[in-house]
T-cell receptor, first 111, second 112 residues
Framework: SQQGEEDPQALSIQEGENATMNCSYK?????LQWYRQNSGRGLVHLIL?????REKHSGRLRVTLDTSKKSSSLLITASRAADTASYFC???????????FGKGTKLSVKP | DGGITQSPKYLFRKEGQNVTLSCEQN?????MYWYRQDPGQGLRLIYY???????QKGDIAEGYSVSREKKESFPLTVTSAQKNPTAFYLC???????????FGQGTRLTVV
């Protein structure tokens, strides 16, 4: 399977704390993307980082990419209860056209 | 309103039956994808299509079939050969490489 891995599988924090999730993948990529899923719903795109980028910010989100280690991290700063969801990384692989997702991190932010 | 629509939201199937899940998008996207999600698990790729009349198998294509006769439509048939079809099915589309994907709201299939 080409599926990547996120860790931790589950993360529980207090409101106001930062949350860090990691993603490892297996193939050469065009880009890596992070998505959020509320329970029983479709996924919503958060941020895309290209293979020639090392860091990207969007609001309270910070994403890093290390292509030599085939890994990425997502940092959510000053978390809120509304950030409670599952977060997935996805790799857009070179020369294949598919979009492969990891197993996700379930984040719980307690008020 | 542009978007990607999956129907039905809930689907019940008797063992041995084929069922077809609908996915329609009016975003003019070239690529479309079908994923399966089991409880507490990630998304596994079933099939994907980058252009009309062409599609490729993903990691778990056995027991499933697709067609891409029109750009806006990518229906998934769950056949009787799929031994454990109960799952949440997600359809996605995206325009070209290096862009984000847009997801439908999913179809929850239950075998009764």
């Amino acid at each position: 399977s080409q599926q990547g891995e996120e860790d931790p599988q589950a993360l529980s924090i207090q409101e106001g704390e930062n949350a860090t999730m990691n993603c490892s993948y297996k193939t050469s990529i065009n880009n890596l993307q992070w998505y959020r899923q509320n329970s029983g719903r479709g996924l919503v795109h958060l941020i895309l980082i290209r293979s020639n980028e090392r860091e990207k910010h969007s609001g309270r989100l910070r994403v890093t990419l290390d292509t030599s280690k085939k890994s990425s991290s997502l940092l959510i700063t000053a978390s809120r209860a509304a950030d409670t969801a599952s977060y997935f990384c996805a790799t857009d692989a070179r020369s294949q056209g598919n979009l492969i997702f990891g197993k996700g991190t379930k984040l719980s932010v307690k008020p | 309103d542009g978007g990607i629509t999956q129907s039905p939201k809930y689907l019940f199937r008797k063992e041995g039956q084929n069922v077809t899940l609908s996915c329609e998008q009016n975003l003019n996207h070239d690529a479309m994808y079908w994923y399966r999600q089991d409880p507490g698990q990630g998304l596994r790729l079933i099939y994907y299509s980058q252009i009309v009349n062409d599609f490729q198998k993903g990691d778990i294509a056995e027991g499933y079939s697709v067609s891409r006769e029109k750009k806006e439509s990518f229906p998934l048939t769950v056949t009787s050969a799929q031994k454990n079809p109960t799952a949440f099915y997600l359809c996605a589309s995206k325009p070209v490489a290096n862009t984000e994907a847009f997801f439908g709201q999913g179809t929850r299939l239950t075998v009764v």
